[in-house]
């Protein structure tokens, strides 16, 4: 095959991927992002005086989401391979639909609890289940573009959330049904609805993937056992043949480079989820109603969104994960020193912060989600660092909690230098990781990896760390 049929049978392949996998994705990751919010926006249609619970217990119950939703990382993607992405995936998404449609049932706060503990432990699979789906189906190069695109169009449509929660409180009370439990029933019906469509959408591996022609599968198939040594089985043929092993577990959870990469997600994290429950109030301190507001605080999102695919691309030309974030990070982290220390009066300033905040969060989400799967082989350490970061980052989900109480707006001084120093300190801890990964590629090229020749996996000299 010459250079440019390779090229051009690379450039059919991957269109159809991304026709065909990305857009199910990025639905079902949509549907995450829905159900994980639309509980604050049916405080706002008086959840908590319905059910009786404080402000306290409120935060309680989001709280006991990210526990269960953390909880639940490794496993799912240790069983991934074992049930099938094809099965397991859409299995979750039906899952937590069935729950979120509890969620509008529920009378008291002990129900709250359980159903928020439950949804937690149905929803933790699905973002490190895609990112290990997604390294199975795209070269390392590949990536990033792909997280992005899906990443940021998910969290662009759920930007409107607010919006369709509005119309679907219109419905009104119904008998014992308060306005607010039709967000949660008519959204969980959706979810279900996406995930059984998906089932039939999502192939397990290019090498099954019906929508390629017979050689466009195997050409997939070799253009993955190309860019990572580990998919090749001990005696060299295409079939990969990995067996579950706990020492691979081992390997992934005693990673160094996981847990400086998944500690600067942590910050991020942090930052992101905390980003939505200030913007509303900065917004209608401009004058806007809290209706416009919701309108107004799309304008941000969309903007971080473009600029996240130009980075995410420039990612992937690079071959640069960290290196890369070493430059977006001092954006929001600007964005932060600024309004966590402007005077009230300022509100127009204190917007145009937001810009600065929300794009630099956002255009850091696709290389460090990718990094640890770039740069681990071997399926079962990949998934254990794949969810291992996840699991550590969302905890950021705690913070976002309880920095930004309502007591303190509209300044939220407090909440805002939390996450200035968390931005700080990820900054720092991916500076680390670069280095760090840096080190490993001389230790292998000076032969100190030698003994790992034949491993096929992330130790082989031949498996090139990416910084």
């Known amino acids: 095959m010459t250079p440019h049929e390779r090229t051009v049978l690379t450039r059919k392949v991957l269109l159809k991927l991304d026709s065909r996998i990305l857009p199910v994705l990025t639905l079902l990751f949509l549907c995450s992002f829905l159900d994980r919010t639309n509980v604050g926006n049916a405080k706002t249609y008086k959840l908590e005086a319905d059910l009786k619970i404080t402000d306290h217990q409120y935060d309680t119950g989001l709280a006991v989401y990210y526990a269960f939703y953390i909880a639940s990382e490794i496993p799912s993607n240790l069983v991934l391979k074992k049930v099938s992405p094809k099965i397991w995936l859409p299995a979750l998404t039906v899952a937590w639909g069935i729950v979120t449609m509890c969620l509008g049932f529920v009378r008291n706060y002990a129900g709250f609890m359980a159903v928020r503990a439950v949804l ?65 029933v008519i959204e969980g019906l959706i979810t279900i609805v996406v995930g059984i469509i998906s089932y039939f959408l999502l192939p397990n591996t290019v090498a099954t993937a019906s929508f390629l022609k ?13 860019d990572v040594p580990s998919r090749l089985a001990e005696d060299g043929s295409t079939t990969q043949q990995e067996s579950f092993r706990w020492s691979e577990v081992r390997r992934g959870l005693f990673n160094i480079s996981t847990w400086l990469s998944a500690s600067a997600y942590f910050g991020i994290l942090s930052g992101l989820y905390s980003f939505g429950l200030f913007l509303p109030t900065i917004i209608v301190e401009l004058g806007y109603t809290a ?45 932060y020193a600024v309004i966590a220390n402007i005077s009230v009066h300022k509100p127009k300033v204190k917007y145009g912060m937001t810009f600065l905040m929300a794009t630099g969060m956002y255009a850091s989400v696709p290389p ?58 990820a900054w720092f801890l991916v500076l680390g990781n670069v280095l760090y990964c840096a080190k490993v590629n001389r230790d292998k090229k000076n032969g100190k990896y030698d003994k790992y020749i034949g491993y096929a996996d992330d130790r082989d000299p031949e498996f090139k760390m990416i910084l």
């Open 368 to 425: 460090v989600l990718v990094w640890n799967s770039n740069n681990s082989a071997g399926h079962y350490k990949r998934a254990t660092t794949t969810a291992l970061q996840l699991m550590i980052a969302n905890s950021g989900g705690f913070v976002a909690t309880f920095i930004y109480p309502s007591r303190e707006k509209p300044q939220f001084h407090r909440g805002h230098t939390v996450v200035l120093g968390l931005l700080v300190s």
């Open 214 to 226: 017979p050689r466009e599968r195997e050409f997939a198939v070799t253009r993955l056992n190309q």
């Open 120 to 184: 937690g432990l149905t929803e933790g699979g699905l973002l490190p289940g895609i990112v290990l789906y997604l390294s199975g189906m795209y070269t390392r190069p590949e990536m990033a573009l792909r997280i992005g695109l899906f990443y940021t169009a998910a969290s662009l449509s759920g930007a409107f959330g607010g919006l369709l929660a509005r119309g679907l409180t219109t419905i009104g009370d119904v008998g014992a049904q308060k306005k607010w439990s039709w967000i949660f």
């Open 291 to 335: 209706n416009e507001a919701q309108l107004w605080s799309v304008i941000p999102y969309a903007v971080a969104s473009v600029v996240t695919v130009f980075v995410a691309v420039l990612s992937d030309r690079l071959k640069l994960r960290g290196v890369i974030m070493l430059f977006t990070l001092p954006v929001a982290i600007i964005g």
